[in-house]
């Protein structure tokens, strides 16, 4: 079936770099007429939310919902697009997504969802963890859970009056065994590749311009505002990136890289000059970064993957406070350095943390790890084009209003 009218709905203001993610770019490409529909206030209205990329000749519809009274009032974007992708979604209905499937469901449009990127110790599981720091792990969660958006990740679609993904695209060979009861046996399974690999796809022709770098993958972690809803802890900006500033000083020193900041794609250094020293701070090139550095250094970011797929030794660093910041930031930690078979090096004092065997690899680790986490198909084709090319030949015409 060929899409006409495509309806793409964000939790986050519109980035650059979402542009060609969400696969608007692509979709432009194939004259699919596309609306996307910012609904970040009404999800995290406690947060920013600031816009400020220019969208004036995009070539694509862009609104932005303030109330939910926006929603009933642009209910006819969604009654007559072919399709609409859910970037709201994750792991199953949610309190926030729930209006939107439910009008999904009073227009009878299909969507299509993306099974979240897995990653390492998603399912909290650390097996060198004691009992007692397990139930005090449990204690947080439920204190900071919410408690309604809880028992509607637990009912039924039907319950709820939402109906199953027409589309489910899967990123990885762990996502494509994970549950999501928004999946169903009419689900339409399209088994692709996750971003990381699509860019590391894009970027890979660079890896033959290596340079004396090693690539710090900024997480902007005192000032990130995903960790706001999460309830984390408040970080140190101060002690923070002198911190950083000293692990950079060895690395330089003893190992004779140029460190290079590759800043989070939502970070705004400005304001912020001596952060990282004098050393380049680059937004928007982490791919290209990575493909030419000898070292990847790293607390837990989404970038690994693309550290892995460019076969780079990646260094994991952290210290006790980011290590306990977030009761489901050890899981992360301790399962990237389980499946890298790469040490947890802490940079808590100057001195203490060991620097020996930094450009190494374990082979079969990466192997694993890009067969389990970055990739549930053999195609090396861009990633939309394997998804707009999957809807295309489903013949699903019931999902599709004539």
Request: neutral net charge; charged residues 25%.
């Amino acid at each position: 079936m060929k899409l006409r009218r495509l309806v793409c709905i964000i939790k986050q203001p519109l980035s650059k770099r979402d542009i060609h993610r969400l696969g608007i770019t692509a979709a432009l490409e194939r004259n699919i007429e596309v609306t996307v529909i910012d609904v970040s206030d009404l999800l995290h209205p406690d947060l920013r939310n600031e816009r400020s990329l220019d969208l004036t000749d995009a070539g694509f519809n862009h609104l932005v919902f303030s109330g939910w009274g926006d929603l009933e009032e642009n209910a006819h974007i969604l009654a007559r697009a072919d399709l609409v992708v859910m970037a709201i979604v994750s792991f199953g209905p949610s309190r926030g997504a729930l209006p939107f499937l439910r009008l999904i469901a009073r227009h009878r449009t299909p969507y299509l969802i993306f099974q979240p990127q897995i990653y390492p110790r998603h399912n909290l599981a650390t097996p060198r963890q004691s009992v007692i720091s397990w139930l005090r792990d449990l204690a947080t969660r439920i204190i900071k859970m919410d408690p309604i958006n809880s028992i509607i990740a637990r009912l039924s679609p039907e319950l709820l009056g939402v109906p199953r993904a027409a589309f489910a695209v899967f990123g990885s060979a762990e996502s494509a065994i994970s549950v999501n009861p928004l999946i169903g046996p009419d689900t339409f399974r399209i088994n692709a590749h996750s971003w990381d690999y699509d860019l590391y796809l894009e970027h890979r022709s660079a890896a033959d311009q290596i340079s004396e770098t090693a690539v710090f993958l900024d997480q902007y972690l005192p000032y990130h505002e995903d960790y706001v809803p999460l309830r984390a802890a408040p970080l140190n900006a101060e002690h923070y990136y002198a911190g950083l500033r000293r692990v950079f000083d060895r690395i330089e020193n003893e190992l004779g890289l140029n460190v290079v900041i590759a800043a989070h794609p939502r970070s705004d250094y400005t304001d912020k000059p001596e952060a990282f020293g004098s050393r380049p701070v680059i937004r928007g090139e982490t791919a290209a970064l990575i493909a030419k550095s000898r070292l990847v250094i790293a607390h837990n970011s989404t970038g690994i993957g693309l550290a892995v797929a460019f076969r780079k030794p990646v260094m994991l660093i952290v210290t006790k406070e980011l290590y306990h910041r977030q009761v489901y930031e050890k899981h992360f930690y301790d399962g990237f350095a389980e499946e890298l078979g790469t040490p947890l090096r802490y940079f808590d004092q100057r001195d203490a943390m060991p620097l020996q065997g930094a450009l190494l690899i374990d082979d079969k680790a990466y192997d694993q790890y890009v067969a389990r986490y970055l990739r549930a198909s053999d195609e090396n084709r861009p990633l939309w084009d394997i998804i707009y090319d999957a809807i295309a030949a489903s013949n699903l015409s019931q999902f599709f209003k004539q």
